[in-house]
Each structure stands twice: as C-alpha cells, then as structure tokens.
C-alpha cells in the first residue's frame, strides 16, 4: 500500500517531533545530574557537592530546613567545618581508637539493619482499600466525631488515610516479627545464662 505525500510529510514530522523531544528530555536529564554534581567547595581536595548539600540538608529536621533555606551560606560553612573536622580526625587516626572503633561498627550495624528493614522488609508492605473498607466497617463506633450533639460518626473518606496508616503500622509489625522468627529459626545461637546473670551493669 502506497503512502500518499502527505502521509509521508505527516509521519517524517512526527518522527521528528519524537526525536527533539527524546533530545530535549535527554539534555534536560544530564544537566540535572551535571547540577547535582556542581562542586559547591572543595576541601583539601574534597568535594561538597550540591548533591551532598541537598542530601544532608534533607536528614535534618523541618525546623532547621527553613533555617537553612535562608542561611544556605552558613549550612555551606558548617559542612566545611565538618569536613576540615573529619580530616583531621583521619590525619590523627582517631578512627583506630579502640573505642572509636566499636562505636563505628555499633552505628554501621543500626544504619544496615534500618536500611534491611525498610528495603526487604517494610517495602512490599501494601494495605488494600477494601481492608481499609472492612476496618472502617467493623469499627465505625471508633470513629466519632466529638463536640456534635449527638454525636456524629465520621464519613469514610474523612478517616481512610488514618486507617490505611494504622493498617500498614500493624502489618508493617507483623511482617518484621516474622522474619525475625524465620531468621532465629534458621540461625545457631547460644546464650551463656550463667554469665547473663552474674553480669554487673554499670
């Protein structure tokens, strides 16, 4: 079958159309990496980047966000005292202190175990609008309204997100009890309990 010339004017336009969008979309998706990369400062030859200004200023808490939103030369400041900080604690191999040491692992083991947590665990976590139906009718006595005379119950779609976060905190427990059963289940571990309670805390 013959493509007419308009068909043809027609498909080569949409194709590129396609193409500068692709392009575009392309160009737009470096220059964000670019700028989330841009060095901010370099201390001693170590970059701050924007990224890493965005991500530590992101753990802090909302309070403080605004604050720094308004003082971003300051937050900078900090972050390069922090690093000045950090070398020199390296140059004078604080990190090989025994005590040091020992709190370093103990904080690696709270920072893999949350992350476990959230990513093999807690992610596939999913509570259904009809679980969310069926709670809400199975307890509608729970939700009233207080104030009303007489008291009024609250309406399904008032209340749904509440249920949906108790649901998925309730599940969200369960499944990591669970795993942590099938863990223990499948590990070898042994207690002194003499030496248990004969310990002295300090």
């Known amino acids: 079958m013959k493509l007419s010339a308009r068909s043809t004017q027609w498909l080569f336009l949409s194709s590129l159309v396609v193409i500068i969008v692709s392009l575009l979309w392309l160009l737009h998706t470096l220059r964000v990496r670019e ?8 201390v001693n030859g170590i970059n701050i980047t924007v990224s890493d200004f965005n991500r530590l200023c992101s753990l802090s808490p909302d309070y403080y966000r605004d604050f720094i939103r308004e003082n971003k030369r300051k937050f900078l400041e900090d972050l390069i005292n922090r690093e000045l900080l950090f070398q020199e604690a390296k140059r004078k191999k604080i990190d090989r202190l025994e005590r040091v040491r020992q709190k370093l692992q103990d904080k690696e083991k709270d920072i893999l175990v949350e992350a476990f947590t959230k990513e093999e665990i807690l992610k596939r976590i999913e509570v259904p609008m009809n679980e969310v139906r069926s709670y ?3 307890h509608k006595e729970e939700f009233i309204l207080f104030g009303t005379v007489p008291p009024q119950k609250e309406n399904f779609d008032d209340v ?20 942590l059963k099938g863990l223990r289940k499948r590990a070898k571990i042994r207690v002194n309990e003499e030496l248990l309670q004969s310990l002295e805390l300090k």
């Open 35 to 42: 700028s989330r990369q841009a060095v901010l400062a370099e």
């Open 136 to 138: 809400y009718e199975e």
């Open 160 to 179: 749904k997100e509440r249920i949906k976060d108790l649901l998925a905190k309730s599940k969200e427990v369960e499944a990591f009890g669970n795993h």
